[in-house]
């Protein structure tokens, strides 16, 4: 998870408060000294920043693992450059008091996840510690996910993970940085439609399947390819992934992203085998969709571990 801009002790108004004529509060505020420097969570650019009747002067910064960040109620025009790169720490601005709906300085942060435009709770995605903290210790030498689902696993995952725009490294070891943003994709899983899954940073079966969830809804990328319905659908991509999970289970095909004949045909005798193997039946249709992936990831999981 990104860090809190500022401690959880100077938080007043919430997520969801009720506001009036009928509104909803959709963001923190955090209750600092006009003047406090607003710093950068993580990994992103600014994408936008500007000036509202009710915000004051704001900045949008755009994180790499997916999740924008807005800053409000600045007195003053951000002096950091739209488009211009930060990491955790980087300096974005000045807390004040600037717009209609500011009751005295403080910081009011909104959060919403990019494309899908979806604003979630800021706790629901931020904490741990504020920026500028030293990372919690974690059991990250461990290698958890690693020990139980094999090395090639935790690179599936990884691979996963990176498409989302965090940086674990792609070693096959869940050390700390991928337990860190896996942690943070079981947390955004509720928000971003999916359901609650437990968050212990580690990338086992339910996380995995989440995953590839995710994928499809904000990753898929149609293409108009005759003959290749899985990557007209879906994109050359996904197939790849199917393709690397059809080869832990025996298929040994050239994982290329090209949904052609024998790709289906694999896909076709992985939907036919669901019964037999105690998995609810699957449509047979060579194409493999979410459904099929969540098979896939099951089978794996009782007949093909440790993934080497």
Not at 24 to 52: C, E, M, Q, Y
Not at 160 to 180: S, V
Not at 184 to 203: M, P, R
Not at 225 to 251: C, D, F, S, T
Request: proline share 6%; charged share 20%.
């Amino acid at each position: 998870m990104l860090p809190l801009p500022f401690a959880a002790s100077t938080i007043g108004g919430r997520f969801g408060d009720p506001r009036p004529n009928g509104r909803k509060h959709l963001g923190l505020d955090f209750g600092v000294p006009r003047g406090s420097d607003i710093r950068a969570s993580g990994t992103g650019f600014v994408r936008r920043k500007g000036k509202s009747s009710l915000g004051g002067n704001f900045c949008t910064v755009a994180y790499s693992n997916g999740l924008d960040l807005v800053y409000y109620h600045s007195d003053v025009t951000f002096p950091i450059a739209v488009n211009a790169r930060v990491e955790e720490g980087t300096f974005l601005g000045d807390v004040g008091s600037l717009g209609a709906d500011s009751t005295g300085p403080h910081l009011h942060l909104e959060a919403y996840w990019f494309p899908s435009g979806t604003a979630v709770d800021p706790l629901g995605v931020l904490g741990g510690r504020t920026v500028g903290q030293a990372l919690p210790s974690t059991a990250g030498e461990a290698f958890p996910a690693r020990k139980l689902y094999g090395a090639g696993w935790v690179l599936f995952l990884q691979d996963l993970l990176i498409a989302f725009g965090h940086a674990p490294g792609r070693d096959g070891e869940d050390g700390a940085k991928t337990q860190a943003s896996v942690a943070h994709e079981q947390t955004a899983a509720k928000a971003n439609g999916y359901g609650t899954i437990k968050v212990d940073g580690i990338g086992g079966q339910e996380t995995l399947v989440y995953l590839l969830w995710a994928f499809l809804r904000f990753r898929a990328k149609p293409e108009n390819v005759a003959g290749q319905p899985a990557r007209m659908r879906y994109g050359k991509p996904w197939v790849a992934l199917i393709q690397r999970l059809l080869n832990e289970l025996g298929h040994g095909l050239t994982v290329d992203g090209e949904d052609g004949a024998k790709t289906q045909a694999a896909v076709r005798h992985e939907q036919t085998a669901s019964r037999g193997n105690g998995y609810p039946a699957l449509g047979v249709d060579g194409v493999a969709g979410f459904e099929t992936a969540k098979y896939l990831v099951w089978a794996i999981v009782k007949f093909a571990l440790p993934w080497s």
